[in-house]
């Protein structure tokens, strides 16, 4: 796996044909190549992990096309929905001059039936719906986190009350249990006045 992310890190684009100069022929991309290698090696759910996790958006991207391409669709929205709130943008389609972060790019894997012109597998009718509705909040969901963002040392120590959204919508109250995680996409651990955390 080493080989083919060190492949990935230096693509330019997420596309899934490329032009090589001097010629009016399309080839398939870096990215799309090193996606299918991924699949051919069968990855296990801890190597997809670390893709997820990696500081490239590339290879982020490469994970969640990995996912798309090569996993059961019910496994879609537990190892794809925390990477929604993903706000490093990058240029992912320089042919359309298209920037978008890598949860837009997420985001399009889970409702759109196409990948550039390239077909993807079919969700089913009901996991459609559901994903569909709860991507509805993340627009609000985006806005909080940037403002969130903004004032994160407010949440370094625990105690904290707090207002969370589940997510099927319904607005819960709680306090923090930690500090904000590290990585890319920041979350905080939040015990309910119900008890649940």
């Given at each position: ?6 492949i990935?890190?230096?693509?330019e ?23 299918i ?6 990855l ?6 670390g ?5 490239s ?21 537990e ?9 490093e943008?990058?240029l992912a ?9 890598v949860g837009?790019y ?6 759109k039936?196409k990948y ?22 993340y ?5 909080r ?7 994160l ?7 904290v009350?707090?207002?969370?959204c ?8 709680g ?21 649940e955390?």
């Amino acid at each position: 796996v080493p080989e083919v992310k060190s492949i990935i890190a230096e693509a330019e684009s997420c596309e899934t044909e490329w032009r090589p100069e001097k010629t009016l022929e399309l080839e398939p991309s870096t990215f799309i190549c090193s996606v299918i290698r991924l699949l051919q090696m069968q990855l296990t759910e801890g190597e997809v992990r670390g893709l997820l996790w990696s500081r490239s958006p590339f290879i982020r991207c490469a994970g969640h096309m990995y996912i798309r391409l090569g996993m059961h669709h019910e496994r879609y929205w537990e190892l794809m929905a925390d990477s929604l709130m993903d706000d490093e943008e990058f240029l992912a389609f320089p042919t359309r001059n298209e920037k978008m972060t890598v949860g837009q790019y997420v985001e399009n894997l889970l409702t759109k039936d196409k990948y550039c012109e390239m077909s993807v597998p079919r969700l089913p009718v009901a996991q459609r719906k559901a994903i569909n509705k709860r991507m509805v909040f993340y627009g609000q969901f985006r806005k909080r986190y940037a403002a969130n963002m903004e004032v994160l040392d407010r949440y370094k120590e625990p105690g904290v009350k707090v207002e969370i959204c589940t997510q099927d919508g319904e607005w819960l109250v709680g306090e923090t249990l930690d500090a904000p995680s590290k990585g890319q996409c920041k979350s905080i651990k939040v015990k309910l006045t119900n008890g649940e955390e």
